[in-house]
């Protein structure tokens, strides 16, 4: 059984209108041995052979995607590797002209994972739940969403990037509506904010106009 809340999505199109979502009340975390357990307890192999089989299947993966290839496990997902810059390394420019990065400014900064539709079918074929008696915490309503985006910009003229964490600490709000809201803003031509980096390297900067970007 799982428990789960209704959240408020922050309205920062002030369309006065309440848009709610389901979210998981609490997600615990499994670790490695855990998982290598419940293998075991549905299984006839050992959880040392089942441990070896996991390490190694990490193992090969790395190597695979550090060739350059993505992984297809079939019921469970493909895991891609993404380059990113080292960090402290400049953006390599356009032209001719412009500075260029080499191989060594390079890493591979994340890999990305795109789940098997059957996983998500057999998770929610086992998946029950009830709603919490409880409510979520709410953000913090010191700031409007206007003076919330003023904030940002105002961070964002100071300091080359902010995190969501940064915007917690200046707006009050909780982890959720934080990422959300950052996100939304990200996805609007004017705000004036954009991303950069994924998944949990994500930070939002300044976004440059378009006329400058070449410059």
């Known amino acids: 059984m799982a428990l789960y809340i209704m959240e408020e999505m922050p309205d920062i199109h002030k369309t006065g209108e309440r848009i709610l979502y389901p979210r998981f ?14 293998i075991t307890d549905t299984s006839g ?26 992984v297809k ?5 493909t895991f891609t590797p993404a380059l990113a810059l080292r960090e402290g390394k400049e953006r390599e420019e ?6 260029h990065r080499n191989a060594q400014s390079i890493v591979v900064g994340n890999v990305n994972f795109r789940v098997d539709r059957n996983l998500i079918r057999k998770t ?3 998946c029950f739940l009830e709603r919490a008696n409880w409510k979520s915490r709410r953000s913090s309503q010191k700031y409007t969403p206007e003076q919330r985006l003023e904030k ?3 961070y964002l003229n100071e300091h080359p990037y902010l995190t969501v964490l940064e915007y ?17 803003w990200a996805a609007l031509p004017d705000s004036g904010i954009d991303t950069s980096g994924r998944g949990s390297h994500r930070v939002y900067i300044k976004k440059i106009p378009k006329e400058q970007e070449f410059v």
């Open 73 to 77: 496990l079939d019921g469970i997902g």
């Open 152 to 154: 940002v910009m105002q």
């Open 25 to 38: 009340a609490m997600i615990e975390q499994a670790d490695f041995m855990s998982l290598v357990q419940k």
């Open 124 to 126: 929610n074929e086992r």
């Open 45 to 70: 192999f050992k959880p040392g052979e089942i441990e070896g089989i996991l390490k190694q299947t990490a193992l090969e993966m790395a190597k695979l995607m550090a060739n350059g290839c993505s």
């Open 168 to 184: 917690q600490k200046l707006t009050g709000l909780l982890r959720t509506t934080a990422t959300n809201e950052l996100k939304q």
């Open 94 to 99: 356009a032209g001719e002209t412009g500075k």
